[in-house]
C-alpha cells in the first residue's frame, strides 16, 4: 500500500491504479482503497473503472457514515460538486457525523460563491460544536469572503496553536490573507515563514521536490540542448496534422499572473471549453515522454523529441484530446478548447512538438506581484507549489519558468499573444478583445462581468474567490509592502522586470 501512494503522490497514477487494483483485489471491502483506485483512474480515464471502483465504495459507505464522508470527499477531489453535496446532504440526518457532513456541505457552497447558503448551513451547526476547528476554520474562511476580517483574525489566532497539523496550516495561510488585507503586512510575513518552515518538514514536501527537481533538470537540460532551426521545424510540421473541428489553445505564465482572471473571460463564450489546471499534458505527454527519455535516452529529453515518429506525435495527440474532452465535458459548438495550466511553461518544447498548431496564450504580470502573491496563496502542496516554500526558492522558481517563456519567444515561429494582468485590470474590453481576436473569435460586452459568470460554475483554481469578484486593483503594486523582503532578490528579478515592461 505505501507503494500505492507514494505513486499516487508523485505522479505515477498509471503505476498507481496497478498497486490499487491488486491491494484491492486482496482486500476487495476496503472502502478506503477503492476510493483511492477511482481518484486514479480518473486521471489516466479509466472510467469503467473509476465508476466501478466508486460504486463499490459507495455500497460500502452505506454501513458506515465515516466512509460515506471518505466517499464524498473523494467526490470532491474528483471534481463531482454534485454527488459531494447529495452525499452531505444524506449524512446531515446521522447524528455521528452531522457536523462534519455540515462543514462539507458550507465548503462546497462557499467554493460555488453561494455564500449565502453556506452561511445557513454553518448557522445549523449546534452551539456545543462551534469551538471544533474545522467549524471555527470554516466561519473565519467565510468571513475572509465577506472581507470581515477582524473576525476572521480572531477564529483565526485560536487555530495556528492547534493539535492538528493541517488545520494549522491552513488556518496560518488564511490569518496571513487577512493581516495583509488589514495592513499588518510584517505580523503576515512572520505568519507565512512560521508555517512554511513547518511545511517544510513534512515528508510529503520531501517527495514534491523530488519530483520537481527530476522533471527541472530534465527541461533545463533539454532547453540548453535545444536549438532555434530545429524548433521551427517542428512548427512546420504543422501542416501535416489532420484536421480537427476544434482546436486548442494553451493559457500559460507564472502562476498568480492572471491566468485565472483571463480563463474566466475566455471560459464564458460558448465557442470555449475550458479545461481549469487539470493533468492532461502531463498524463499523456510530458510523463511518457520523460518516462521514455530516463530508460532510453538518458534523461535527454531534446534527443527524444528531435527524434519522435510523427505516429508517436499523432497518438499523444489523441489521447490528449481524448482526456480533454472527458474534463471538458465537451457539447459540440466549442471552437477553441482551452487547457490553463500555467505549469506547462516550463514544458514548452514538447508543447511545441507534440502541438506545433496550438495558440499560446502568456499571462504577464509585474514579477515582483507575482512572488509576493504566489508565496502567499494557500494551494495543496505539489511539486511545483513546494518551491513557495522559501521566498528565494519562489523568485528562483519565476526566473527559471518565465527564463524559459523568453528564450522560445526570442525564437519565434509559433502562434502567441501576451496579456498583461495590470492591462485586464485597467479596461478588461480592451484586453479581452485583443485575446480574442487572436484566437478568432468574437468579443462580447458582458464577458468583462466575469464574476456573474462564476457564479454559475464551480472554479478549481485556488483563486476561485478572487474571480467571483468584480474586477479589482488593490493587487496591483502590492509587493511595495514587502519591499524589504524582496530586496534580496531585486537583482535575479531585475532583468524580468524590464523585458515585461514593469520599469
Given at each position: 500500500m505505501t507503494q500505492a501512494f507514494v505513486a499516487a503522490n508523485t505522479n505515477q497514477p498509471r503505476l498507481a491504479v496497478e498497486l490499487f487494483s491488486e491491494a484491492s483485489s486482496r482486500d476487495p471491502q476496503d472502502p478506503f482503497i477503492l476510493l483511492e483506485l477511482a481518484k486514479c483512474s480518473r486521471r489516466i480515464q479509466q472510467v469503467d473503472r473509476m465508476r466501478s471502483a466508486l460504486d463499490r465504495a459507495k455500497r460500502l459507505a452505506k454501513r458506515d457514515p465515516v466512509v460515506s464522508l471518505a466517499y464524498a470527499k473523494a467526490c470532491e477531489q474528483m471534481r463531482d460538486l454534485d454527488e459531494a453535496r447529495a452525499t452531505y446532504e444524506r449524512l446531515l440526518k446521522q447524528r455521528r457525523c452531522r457536523v462534519a457532513a455540515q462543514v462539507g456541505l458550507a465548503s462546497i457552497y462557499e467554493r460555488l460563491n453561494q455564500l449565502d447558503k453556506s452561511q445557513a448551513v454553518m448557522s445549523e451547526?449546534?452551539?456545543?460544536?462551534?469551538?471544533?476547528?474545522?467549524?471555527r476554520l470554516m466561519q473565519a474562511q467565510l468571513f475572509s469572503r465577506l472581507a470581515e476580517y477582524e473576525k476572521a483574525e480572531r477564529l483565526l489566532r485560536s487555530l495556528v496553536n492547534c493539535k492538528d497539523k493541517k488545520t494549522v496550516h491552513n488556518a496560518s495561510y488564511l490569518l496571513a490573507s487577512c493581516l495583509d488585507k488589514q495592513g499588518g503586512w510584517n505580523e503576515a510575513m512572520e505568519v507565512l515563514h512560521r508555517v512554511k518552515r513547518s511545511q517544510s518538514q513534512s515528508q510529503e514536501t520531501a517527495i514534491a521536490l523530488r519530483g520537481f527537481r527530476a522533471a527541472r533538470d530534465m527541461a533545463v537540460r533539454a532547453l540548453g540542448d535545444a536549438s532555434a532551426d530545429d524548433v521551427h521545424a517542428w512548427l512546420k510540421s504543422a501542416s501535416q496534422l489532420p484536421e480537427r473541428q476544434h482546436r486548442v489553445s494553451f493559457l500559460l505564465g507564472h502562476p498568480r499572473s492572471g491566468t485565472t482572471l483571463l480563463e474566466q473571460v475566455l471560459a464564458a463564450h460558448d465557442e470555449v471549453g475550458d479545461a481549469?489546471?487539470?493533468?492532461?499534458?502531463?498524463?499523456?505527454?510530458?510523463?511518457?515522454?520523460?518516462?521514455?527519455?530516463?530508460?532510453?535516452?538518458?534523461?535527454?529529453?531534446?534527443?527524444?523529441?528531435?527524434?519522435l515518429?510523427?505516429?508517436?506525435?499523432?497518438?499523444?495527440?489523441?489521447?490528449?484530446?481524448?482526456?480533454?474532452?472527458?474534463?471538458?465535458?465537451?457539447?459540440?459548438?466549442?471552437?477553441?478548447?482551452?487547457?490553463?495550466?500555467?505549469?506547462?511553461?516550463?514544458?514548452?518544447?514538447?508543447?511545441l512538438r507534440v502541438f506545433p498548431d496550438a495558440k499560446l496564450i502568456v499571462a504577464l504580470r509585474d514579477p515582483r506581484d507575482v512572488c509576493i502573491s504566489a508565496y502567499m496563496q494557500r494551494v495543496?502542496?505539489?511539486?511545483?507549489?513546494?518551491?513557495?516554500?522559501?521566498?528565494?526558492?519562489?523568485?528562483?522558481?519565476?526566473?527559471?519558468?518565465?527564463?524559459?517563456?523568453?528564450?522560445?519567444?526570442?525564437?519565434?515561429?509559433?502562434e502567441s499573444i501576451e496579456v498583461r494582468y495590470e492591462d485586464c485590470v485597467d479596461d478588461l474590453s480592451v484586453a479581452g478583445r485583443r485575446v480574442f481576436d487572436f484566437l478568432g473569435i468574437e468579443w462580447r460586452d458582458d464577458l468583462r462581468h466575469t464574476h456573474r459568470h462564476v457564479e454559475t460554475k464551480a472554479v478549481f483554481s485556488p483563486t476561485y474567490g478572487d474571480v467571483s469578484k468584480p474586477v479589482y486593483n488593490s493587487s496591483i503594486g502590492r509587493w511595495r509592502n514587502y519591499a524589504n523582503q524582496l530586496e534580496p532578490f531585486k537583482d535575479r528579478l531585475e532583468p524580468f522586470v524590464k523585458a515585461f515592461g514593469y520599469v
Open positions: 451547526i449546534a452551539f456545543s460544536a462551534q469551538r471544533q476547528p474545522a467549524v481549469d489546471e487539470t493533468g492532461c499534458f502531463h498524463d499523456t505527454v510530458w510523463f511518457p515522454l520523460s518516462m521514455e527519455a530516463g530508460r532510453e535516452y538518458d534523461n535527454q529529453l531534446y534527443r527524444l523529441l528531435v527524434d515518429p510523427v505516429d508517436t506525435t499523432h497518438s499523444m495527440r489523441d489521447d490528449y484530446f481524448r482526456h480533454l474532452q472527458f474534463e471538458i465535458g465537451v457539447s459540440g459548438h466549442e471552437r477553441i478548447w482551452l487547457d490553463k495550466n500555467p505549469a506547462l511553461t516550463l514544458q514548452l518544447l514538447p508543447v495543496e502542496l505539489t511539486n511545483w507549489s513546494a518551491n513557495w516554500l522559501t521566498l528565494e526558492s519562489t523568485v528562483e522558481m519565476y526566473v527559471l519558468a518565465m527564463d524559459n517563456w523568453l528564450r522560445l519567444r526570442d525564437w519565434g515561429g509559433f
